[in-house]
């Protein structure tokens, strides 16, 4: 896997009259990541990938893809890149598959082989000759996901994909997408206001707000922190007799009891052992200890300040 990443966004600003929509974009995007942009409404995100493809001009700064600049060398980054920038466009009246030999007339070198293996990458063979008029949602994302794929990009950008979809569409998606990066190295970079999604999907993200880089993080650092002390719940019997012996512990604090009967404490991991070394002392059984997850939403709210996504 190459060390170059596949997108760079160096100092990027867009400026429409005396207002930046974008302020001074620097990140980088590797090989095989599935990576995300977060922020409410009005943020730049759509700004920003309408930059990456071309469609929209840089005022300043520049955007490498695979080390071309999509500025000065478009037609050598956008080869790199394939896209849906809102909802996929097919001809309803055609199946899903003349759709693609459609759209593969206008690529160089895209075979009837290339066509057949996007349409089992995307688990389309049993529905691809129907027409498209007749594809739920979710299968014309796929279908959108297929033609974008047909030239082999490095790159594939997602605006908004979950928009429209039912549950089970957005799994089928989020796993399509992991399969995309896990067995084919192909980089995505998807953009979507559903955090509970972003957090099962991503494994960066980079938060904006008011067109301007709050910080790029791991999904990990959200729903697991990176302070020393941490929730974590436990399941004992007798919890009153339990919730005595734990406040004899040094460095426990917010001590209480669930509404399930989980004992819910904060503490530092070091802590955690001599914790329960005291309940089994004082012949209290322990049936479980667990950390309490973070949701993206809460770390989300914790690093903007509280400021809403939607």
């Known amino acids: 896997m190459s060390n170059e990443p596949v997108i760079r966004l160096q100092n990027v600003t867009k400026r429409i009259g005396r207002k930046n929509i974008i302020d001074d974009l620097t990140f980088d995007v590797p090989q095989g990541e599935i990576f995300g942009f977060l922020g409410p409404n009005g943020a730049g995100k759509t700004t920003t990938i309408r930059m990456i493809v071309g469609l929209m001009s840089i005022t300043k700064g520049q955007i490498l893809i695979k080390g071309k600049n999509i500025k000065t060398e478009f037609e050598q980054a956008i080869r790199h890149v394939g896209a849906i ?96 990066t896990r067995t084919e190295g192909i980089t995505v970079v998807v953009s979507s206001h559903l955090l509970s999604e972003m957090e099962l999907m991503c494994d960066r993200v980079a938060i904006l707000q008011r067109g301007k880089l709050i910080d790029v993080k791991p999904i990990d650092y959200f729903t697991q922190g990176n302070d020393p002390v941490q929730t974590y719940q436990i399941e004992a019997h007798l919890p009153d007799q339990a919730m005595a012996v734990i406040k004899l512990v040094a460095g426990v604090q917010g001590l209480t009891v669930t509404e399930e009967g989980l004992i819910e404490l904060t503490a530092e991991r070091e802590r955690v052992p001599d914790i329960l070394e005291e309940l089994v002392r004082n012949h209290i059984r322990v049936y479980g200890v667990q950390k309490v997850r973070r949701s993206l939403e809460d770390g989300f709210l914790e690093l903007t300040g509280g400021g809403q996504l939607v």
Do not use: F
């Not at 895209?110 to 349409?119: F, L």
């Not at 049993?126 to 974008?148: P, T």
């Open 85 to 180: 920038v809102e909802n996929p466009e097919m001809y309803k009246y055609l199946s899903g598959y003349h759709n693609l030999v459609h759209y593969a007339r206008m690529i160089p070198g895209v075979t009837k082989e290339r066509i057949d293996e996007v349409v089992s990458l995307v688990k389309l063979e049993s529905r691809i000759h129907e027409k498209v008029r007749k594809y739920s949602l979710g299968m014309r994302q796929r279908l959108g996901v297929a033609q974008a794929l047909l030239h082999r990009p490095s790159l594939l950008i997602l605006d908004e994909p979950t928009n429209g979809l039912d549950p089970e569409g957005i799994r089928e998606l989020r796993d399509y997408l992991r399969h995309l």
